[in-house]
């Protein structure tokens, strides 16, 4: 069935494959897969009296399975309470980082770009706009990268290319001489500039002409543009796709309760048969109020769908979605098999798959933030970055960056009396530094700047040590 529906959306020769596969993935994460069916459920005859096949009918039930995949894992990335630290061992990095951070709404930005890129990828676009910084997600579909011969993990230029209709072009203030025609769009990133390009009609080919009042030269020295791979795997250009393995379980699904839902509502209205021959090529209508003359010798029934086909059909989806979520390590878990509280060592035993999922999307989504944090760090040595109102003071381009990821699920009162005995008796046996202690409790305990915190605590011990003497 998935070889159906991607038969039956259009190829343009002038994109390349990938990004046809790029557009039927995002279909199904945006639950628009079935729309190129020209049937609905209940067409059972077409305009000629043809019978119309299920495979080109549109589901009347449809199970967001991918959607639910991603959302679950990315709740375990980016979602409340997860989202990782900016940390560095240079201070004036650290804060003006954090503060950055929230003002730019980077939590809200890279949880945009891991729901665009489970697809396969995603970009995400670095611009100073009168000294602020601003992030914005890009789609990949229409975006080709193209790396540093002598860097192949360094960005050379990234090419955006797609078509667009005149009448789109002329809204966007283009002054177009055919407003009913297809024109080409091109912009182009590198180190120096932002070139836009005039828009070429399709039969003229790739635009070659800048349109210099459009284009931009940034002079950051570097593509301002962080290219994130989905998960391992893939080619040079996108990696896999998170529900992938999913999708032909998932439209089964679909057409399973649909046809379940189906056998319900005949089975609310039954259609009544009648033996007798006067009318044998009546049209079959289904419903009592129809009768359907077929037979003869004066018998009459009621045709309907028992109720142990429906309760089959739930039992046969039910395990249809264990084995999709199985397939791409999804959440299985049930909150109806929970009969207690569970801590949060147990919550990750029971959601391991999950985790296994949310973990490869940390390395590959972690790795694009941090690249952005450098872009910060890099960019305020070029020009007087604000935030908070004040201007930026520049940071130091050798500092350290890393990321501090929060535990997968917040602990109880029980594992935190735990941590805090084992931090105790690890420091107190020189094992272990109150510096390293306090990091691995700030993100339970919500603190935010960990040498203010160790500040505090030396001022507090201080008068303690004074009373007791």
């Given at each position: 069935?998935?070889?159906?529906?991607?038969?039956?959306?259009?190829?343009?020769?002038?994109?390349?494959?990938?990004?046809?596969?790029?557009?039927?993935?995002?279909?199904?994460?945006?639950?628009?897969?079935?729309?190129?069916?020209?049937?609905?459920?209940?067409?059972?005859?077409g305009a000629g009296g043809e019978y119309?096949?299920?495979?080109?009918?549109?589901?009347?039930?449809?199970?967001?399975?991918?959607?639910?995949?991603?959302?679950?894992?990315?709740?375990?990335?980016?979602?409340?309470?997860?989202?990782?630290?900016?940390?560095?061992?240079?201070?004036?990095?650290?804060?003006?980082?954090?503060?950055?951070?929230?003002?730019?709404?980077?939590?809200?930005?890279?949880?945009?770009?891991?729901?665009?890129?489970?697809?396969?990828?995603?970009?995400?676009?670095?611009?100073?706009?009168?000294?602020?910084?601003?992030?914005?997600?890009?789609?990949?579909?229409?975006?080709?990268?193209?790396?540093?011969?002598?860097?192949?993990?360094?960005?050379?230029?990234?090419v955006e290319c797609y078509k667009v209709?005149?009448?789109?072009?002329?809204?966007?203030?283009?002054?177009?001489?055919?407003?009913?025609?297809?024109?080409?769009?091109?912009?182009?990133?590198?180190?120096?500039?932002?070139?836009?390009?005039?828009?070429?009609?399709?039969?003229?080919?790739?635009?070659?002409?800048?349109?210099?009042?459009?284009?931009?030269?940034?002079?950051?020295?570097?593509v301002p543009l962080v290219w994130i791979?989905?998960?391992?795997?893939?080619?040079?250009?996108?990696?896999?796709?998170?529900?992938?393995?999913?999708?032909?379980?998932?439209?089964?699904?679909?057409?399973?309760?649909?046809?379940?839902?189906?056998?319900?509502?005949?089975?609310?209205?039954?259609?009544?048969?009648?033996?007798?021959?006067?009318?044998?090529?009546?049209?079959?209508?289904?419903?009592?109020?129809?009768?359907?003359?077929?037979?003869?010798?004066?018998?009459?029934?009621?045709?309907?769908?028992?109720?142990?086909?429906?309760?089959?059909?739930?039992?046969?989806?039910?395990?249809?979605?264990?084995?999709?979520?199985?397939?791409?390590?999804?959440?299985?878990?049930?909150?109806?098999?929970?009969?207690?509280?569970?801590?949060?060592?147990?919550?990750?035993?029971?959601?391991?798959?999950?985790?296994?999922?949310?973990?490869?999307?940390?390395?590959?989504?972690?790795?694009?933030?941090?690249?952005?944090?450098?872009?910060?760090?890099?960019?305020?040595?070029?020009?007087?970055?604000?935030?908070?109102?004040?201007?930026?003071?520049?940071?130091?381009?050798?500092?350290?960056?890393?990321?501090?990821?929060?535990?997968?699920?917040?602990?109880?009162?029980?594992?935190?009396?735990?941590?805090?005995?084992?931090?105790?008796?690890?420091?107190?046996?020189?094992?272990?530094?109150?510096?390293?202690?306090?990091?691995?409790?700030?993100?339970?305990?919500?603190?935010?700047?960990?040498?203010?915190?160790?500040?505090?605590?030396?001022?507090?011990?201080?008068?303690?040590?004074?009373?007791?003497?």
């Amino acid at each position: 069935m998935f070889d159906t529906i991607a038969s039956l959306i259009p190829r343009d020769a002038d994109y390349p494959e990938r990004a046809r596969r790029l557009d039927l993935l995002t279909r199904f994460l945006q639950g628009r897969q079935y729309d190129v069916l020209p049937y609905e459920f209940h067409d059972e005859r077409g305009a000629g009296g043809e019978y119309v096949p299920l495979r080109r009918r549109r589901p009347s039930v449809r199970y967001p399975l991918a959607r639910i995949v991603v959302d679950d894992s990315l709740s375990l990335v980016f979602g409340e309470g997860h989202f990782p630290t900016l940390d560095s061992d240079d201070g004036a990095t650290r804060t003006a980082l954090a503060d950055i951070a929230r003002e730019s709404g980077l939590n809200r930005v890279m949880a945009e770009a891991a729901l665009r890129g489970s697809v396969g990828s995603v970009a995400v676009l670095f611009r100073v706009l009168s000294g602020r910084v601003f992030f914005q997600v890009l789609q990949s579909l229409y975006l080709t990268p193209r790396w540093q011969p002598g860097a192949p993990d360094r960005l050379a230029e990234v090419v955006e290319c797609y078509k667009v209709p005149g009448r789109d072009l002329i809204a966007r203030g283009y002054e177009i001489a055919e407003p009913g025609a297809d024109y080409w769009f091109q912009r182009v990133w590198d180190a120096e500039r932002e070139t836009w390009f005039v828009p070429t009609p399709v039969v003229s080919g790739l635009p070659r002409e800048i349109d210099e009042a459009r284009s931009v030269r940034h002079g950051l020295g570097f593509v301002p543009l962080v290219w994130i791979k989905n998960l391992p795997g893939g080619d040079d250009i996108d990696g896999e796709c998170t529900f992938r393995p999913a999708l032909e379980t998932s439209i089964e699904i679909d057409y399973q309760l649909s046809q379940a839902g189906r056998g319900l509502k005949y089975s609310s209205d039954p259609t009544l048969l009648i033996r007798e021959p006067a009318a044998a090529d009546s049209e079959i209508v289904r419903g009592a109020g129809n009768a359907l003359v077929v037979g003869e010798k004066g018998d009459a029934k009621l045709l309907e769908i028992g109720g142990t086909a429906a309760g089959a059909v739930i039992d046969y989806v039910r395990f249809l979605r264990e084995l999709a979520l199985e397939g791409v390590h999804g959440n299985r878990a049930s909150a109806d098999r929970l009969s207690a509280p569970q801590s949060g060592r147990a919550l990750e035993l029971m959601n391991q798959g999950l985790i296994w999922l949310a973990d490869n999307l940390r390395l590959s989504y972690g790795d694009g933030l941090l690249e952005l944090a450098r872009m910060v760090v890099r960019a305020s040595n070029r020009y007087p970055l604000r935030v908070r109102g004040e201007v930026l003071a520049p940071l130091d381009p050798a500092a350290r960056i890393v990321l501090r990821w929060p535990d997968w699920y917040p602990p109880d009162a029980q594992d935190r009396a735990q941590d805090a005995a084992t931090l105790q008796t690890l420091t107190a046996a020189g094992l272990l530094s109150c510096e390293s202690a306090v990091k691995a409790l700030a993100p339970i305990y919500d603190i935010g700047d960990v040498p203010a915190e160790l500040a505090r605590i030396a001022g507090e011990a201080v008068p303690a040590e004074k009373a007791k003497a």
